[in-house]
C-alpha cells in the first residue's frame, strides 16, 4: 500500500553531516507516523500522531527529523556523526496511532519499510 525510497546516504568523516530523505509513493492519504530507524530497528527519529518529534537517545541533540506532507517525504538531518552512527538507515511508515516515544520509536509498530540507505562515518 506504501512504498517507500530513501536516498542520502554516502561516506564522510567524523563530525561531518547528511541529510537523508524517504519519498513515499502509493496510499499516501495519511494520517500516518513516520520514522528513521537503524538496521535491526533501533528507533532513531519519529514524527507520532500529533506531529510531536522524538529521537534515541544517542542521537538527542545531533540530528533532526522533519517532513513536507505536500510531498510525502522524510528527511533526517544528521550533524556531528560520529563513527558509531555508521548504520543502514531505514525509513518506516505506519497508519496506526502512536503518540508518544516509546511507540513511535518501537519498530515492531511499523507496517512499511524502505530498502534502506548506507551511512558510513570514519575516524
Known amino acids: 500500500q506504501v512504498q517507500l525510497v530513501e536516498s542520502g546516504g554516502g561516506s564522510v568523516q567524523s563530525g561531518g553531516s547528511l541529510r537523508l530523505s524517504c519519498a513515499a509513493s502509493g496510499d499516501t492519504s495519511g494520517p500516518y507516523v513516520m520514522a528513521w530507524f537503524r538496521k535491526g530497528h533501533e528507533g532513531v527519529a519519529a514524527i507520532d500522531s500529533d506531529g510531536d518529534l522524538h529521537y534515541g537517545d544517542s542521537v538527542k541533540g545531533r540530528f533532526t527529523i522533519s517532513r513536507d506532507n505536500a510531498k510525502s517525504t522524510l528527511y533526517l538531518q544528521m550533524n556531528n556523526l560520529t563513527p558509531e552512527d555508521t548504520a543502514m538507515y531505514v525509513c518506516?511508515?505506519?497508519?496506526?496511532?502512536?503518540?508518544?516515544?516509546?511507540?513511535?520509536?518501537?519498530?515492531?509498530?511499523?507496517?512499511?519499510w524502505g530498502r534502506g540507505t548506507r551511512v558510513t562515518v570514519s575516524s
Open positions: 518506516a511508515a505506519t497508519y496506526r496511532l502512536l503518540y508518544d516515544a516509546r511507540a513511535s520509536l518501537d519498530g515492531s509498530e511499523y507496517n512499511y
